[in-house]
């Protein structure tokens, strides 16, 4: 089976940055049918939305990402400029999924 979304990202975290998991104020698995989703709430007010799965830009080893800015919408501005082009972000390895959630994690 495969391992739980939240888990699989939160192991990668424990061995890049076990400080960023204080800045996570609460995640919710959003998963359905065929998708796991999970949107991590930053306790600076912003999210960042994690989906692998069926209709998802994503393959087995890659994700799709989305971030959300304080007001809870979609806001593709707050990606580097090098992913920038679109509010959703397909095919990210955990590393990039990682780096996101870091880099959320401390916007003011």
Same mark, same amino acid.
């Given at each position: ?19 960023? +998991? ?5 995640? *919710? $698995? ?12 930053? &306790? ?29 919408? +979609? ?5 580097? *400029? $090098? ?12 590393? &990039? ?12």
């Amino acid at each position: 089976m495969e391992q739980n979304l939240i888990e699989q990202i939160g192991n990668q975290l424990c061995v890049d940055d076990e400080i960023t +998991l204080q800045q996570i104020d609460y995640a *919710e $698995d959003k998963s359905s049918m065929g998708m796991n989703r999970v949107k991590m709430h930053f &306790k600076n007010g912003y999210a960042l939305s994690i989906i692998h799965g069926s209709f998802a830009y994503c393959d087995g080893e890659t994700f799709e990402i989305a971030p959300f800015n304080k007001n809870d919408e +979609l806001d593709g501005r707050l990606f580097d *400029e $090098d992913d920038r082009g679109d509010d959703v972000l397909g095919y990210c390895t955990l590393e &990039k999924v990682s780096h996101y959630i870091k880099k959320l994690a401390y916007l003011l």
